[in-house]
């Protein structure tokens, strides 16, 4: 039987980015959880990464209608996703920028906060690894906005389920994600 590329990443999230703890870990969102999931054990591996990248493709992001230039989120977890997604488009002839957004504008040089060829799109699918509270994601969704970007899509490998898809919806952005935090506890 075929494995499906899905349950592929499945598997490598149980055995490499997956932790249960007695002891809390802090998350970035500042809570407490004794489940963690490490997304770059996935973003940070190249057969990992492609495989997460075509999945994406091809499985996820035609869930949402509609089309985008670009694709960018929060440093450092977005990065890698939004990359190997720009270069699997690529492969299909057609061009998808990637965005890096700062947690901050840079203190020197242009001062930019976005980084990538974002001058040239008018719509950007926001990205994520996990999604907690949706804290990171907003705050990339709020730059990208300021500097006139349409941000109304968004992808994540995990989302956490402690309020953060419905955060984003919130704002108006349409969250979809790979796999959910009780797929793991089960």
Same mark, same amino acid.
């Given at each position: 039987?075929?494995?499906?590329?899905?349950?592929?990443?499945?598997?490598?999230?149980?055995?490499?980015?997956?932790?249960?703890? +007695?002891?809390?870990?802090?998350?970035?969102?500042?809570?407490?959880?004794?489940?963690?999931?490490?997304? $770059?054990?996935?973003?940070?591996?190249?057969?990992?990464?492609?495989?997460?990248?075509?999945?994406?493709?091809?499985?996820?992001?035609?869930?949402?209608?509609?089309?985008?230039?670009?694709?960018? !989120?929060?440093?450092? !977890?977005?990065?890698?996703?939004?990359?190997?997604?720009?270069?699997?488009?690529?492969?299909?002839?057609?061009?998808?920028?990637?965005?890096?957004?700062?947690?901050?504008?840079?203190?020197?040089?242009?001062?930019?906060?976005?980084?990538?060829?974002?001058? +040239?799109? $008018?719509?950007?699918?926001?990205?994520?690894?996990?999604?907690?509270?949706?804290?990171?994601?907003?705050?990339?969704?709020?730059?990208?906005?300021?500097?006139?970007?349409?941000?109304?899509?968004?992808?994540?490998?995990?989302?956490?389920?402690? !309020? !953060?898809? +419905?955060?984003?919806?919130?704002?108006?952005?349409?969250?979809?994600?790979?796999?959910?935090?009780?797929?793991?506890?089960?």
């Amino acid at each position: 039987m075929q494995t499906s590329l899905r349950d592929q990443l499945f598997q490598w999230m149980k055995t490499y980015a997956y932790r249960y703890s +007695e002891t809390s870990f802090r998350l970035a969102s500042g809570m407490e959880s004794h489940h963690y999931f490490n997304c $770059k054990e996935l973003t940070l591996h190249p057969e990992r990464l492609s495989a997460l990248a075509d999945c994406m493709v091809e499985e996820l992001i035609p869930k949402l209608i509609g089309d985008f230039q670009a694709i960018g !989120g929060l440093t450092l !977890g977005a990065d890698p996703i939004a990359y190997a997604l720009s270069l699997a488009y690529q492969k299909k002839g057609k061009l998808i920028y990637p965005l890096v957004v700062r947690k901050e504008a840079k203190g020197h040089g242009t001062g930019q906060q976005i980084e990538g060829f974002w001058k +040239e799109v $008018k719509s950007c699918l926001v990205v994520d690894d996990v999604i907690t509270t949706g804290g990171s994601t907003l705050k990339a969704v709020a730059a990208l906005r300021e500097a006139g970007i349409e941000v109304t899509k968004g992808i994540c490998v995990l989302d956490r389920e402690e !309020g !953060g898809k +419905e955060a984003l919806e919130k704002q108006g952005i349409r969250m979809v994600s790979l796999f959910k935090k009780a797929e793991f506890i089960a």
